[in-house]
């Protein structure tokens, strides 16, 4: 079965939350629904926008913006497996849309044994044709894992920040780089 867009929008959406608001002081986006920020509404309308303005978000524009800033633009939606397309375009929408290529073109890279790509996150016809070329599980096993990487990082980070000296979230990146190795092999 072929996991279309909408399907892979449908996903996010649930993962998001929809038709939940939030705004929560923890939450680095700010004023949130269905996973579109107050940033990202800005920049989708060219115009300042307000916390209303993202509360009042219908679903037919947050599935536009999800197409258009996260599937299309970048080149997301030419990656040929279903599996690590719907990976990579979620860890844009979650990441933003260059960590996610920087991570697909290390993926190359990594399994390569060599650079093949220059990684500069934008993922155009030499990238997707070094992906779609190549072994998918094991691009999505690599992306997977610097996904992993960098949610220990955020937890480890934010812990640091917070001065925060016995706390198990200090041991997330280390934890976290030990599974990733798993997915790595």
């Known amino acids: 079965m072929t996991l279309t867009t909408d399907a892979i929008i449908d996903t996010i959406l649930r993962r998001e939350g929809w038709p939940r608001y939030t705004d929560r002081p923890s939450d680095r986006g700010g004023p949130t629904k269905g996973g579109i920020t107050l940033a990202t509404l800005t920049s989708w309308r060219k115009r300042p926008v307000t ?106 980070g934010d812990a640091r920040k917070r001065g925060r000296v016995e706390d198990d979230a200090l041991n997330a990146a280390g934890w976290l780089n030990r599974l990733a190795e798993f997915m790595d092999a």
Request: net charge negative; aromatic share 8%.
């Open 51 to 156: 916390a209303a303005d993202v509360a009042a978000l219908d679903e037919a524009e947050v599935r536009a913006i999800y197409r258009a800033r996260y599937i299309e633009e970048p080149g997301f939606a030419d990656i040929a497996d279903d599996a690590l397309r719907a990976l990579v375009i979620d860890s844009g929408v979650n990441h933003g849309p260059a960590r996610a290529g920087t991570w697909l073109q290390e993926a190359v890279n990594d399994l390569a044994g060599r650079p093949l790509l220059r990684v500069d996150g934008a993922v155009g016809p030499k990238t997707l044709a070094a992906v779609n070329s190549g072994d998918a599980a094991g691009l999505w096993r690599s992306v997977f894992a610097q996904r992993m990487r960098f949610y220990g990082q955020i937890i480890t």
